[in-house]
């Protein structure tokens, strides 16, 4: 089953740091990974999506994000964080039913500090 | 244009009572998925609808829970005696059908049972 994993729970980086937010997968065939972003109360926006091509995916806001099929992983970074960026992350990738239902991970909460 | 709406934003109701959330997906999106988030948790996939037909249902945690899309636009998710364990956000997404299509998410409703 396809599924993915999100080791840290919480992210601290300061303002105008680089940031990252660690993904891994486990699929079967070719994966298809998104992140998204959740703001209090709101339901998730799409940042970005990879599914074939370069390895470096460039998303909404600055955000990028980095295929590494070797490491199965699929970190979401910026190179400079700002407050506004403190809020929760999740990482997702497609279910191999043949359409595009999600399958998301736990969440990273993301704090950027002044 | 406008984005997936969802209503009640909030609904409170008392354990063993009938609810049903309403999802009004993006103009033109065929797919409709409901997924259930609970508080620290990442959203759980509860069913899937292409059209009027819902093409996978394994997310429903029993027999308590229905939906349905019956003109292929607006779907109602339907909880029958509610419980506590059913308080949750339940988030609407809708998408084309095209393969990697991102999914758009409504603000949720919250549901609390009390």
């Known amino acids: 089953a396809q599924s993915v994993a999100q080791p840290e729970d919480q992210v601290n980086v300061a303002e105008g740091n680089p940031l990252t937010v660690k993904c891994t997968y486990s699929v079967s065939g070719n994966p298809y990974l998104f992140w998204y972003v959740q703001y209090p109360n709101r339901g998730l926006q799409f940042l970005l999506k990879?599914?074939?091509?370069?390895?470096l995916v460039k998303g909404s806001y600055g955000f990028e994000a980095e295929f590494n099929k070797s490491q199965t992983s699929f970190h979401l970074k910026k190179p400079s964080a700002l407050v506004s960026d403190s809020a929760l992350y999740f990482c997702?990738?497609?279910?191999?039913?043949?359409?595009?239902?999600?399958?998301f991970g736990a969440g990273t909460r993301l704090a950027v500090h002044p | 244009g406008a984005g997936v709406s969802q209503t009640p934003s909030n609904k409170v109701t008392e354990k063993g009572k009938y609810v049903e959330l309403r999802c009004d997906p993006i103009s033109g999106h065929t797919a409709l998925y409901w997924y259930r988030q609970s508080l620290g948790q990442g959203p759980e996939f509860l069913i899937y609808?292409?059209?009027?037909?819902?093409?996978?249902d394994s997310g429903l945690p029993n027999d308590r829970f229905f939906a349905v899309r019956p003109e292929g636009s607006v779907s109602t998710l339907k909880i029958q005696r509610t419980e506590r364990g059913d308080s949750a956000v339940y988030l609407c997404a809708s998408s084309p059908s095209n393969a990697g299509s991102p999914l758009h998410f409504g603000n949720g409703t919250r549901l609390t049972v009390t």
């Open positions: 997702a990738v497609r279910d191999s039913g043949g359409y595009n239902k999600l399958i």
């Open positions: 609808f292409q059209g009027t037909g819902a093409a996978d």
């Open positions: 990879y599914i074939t091509g370069d390895n």
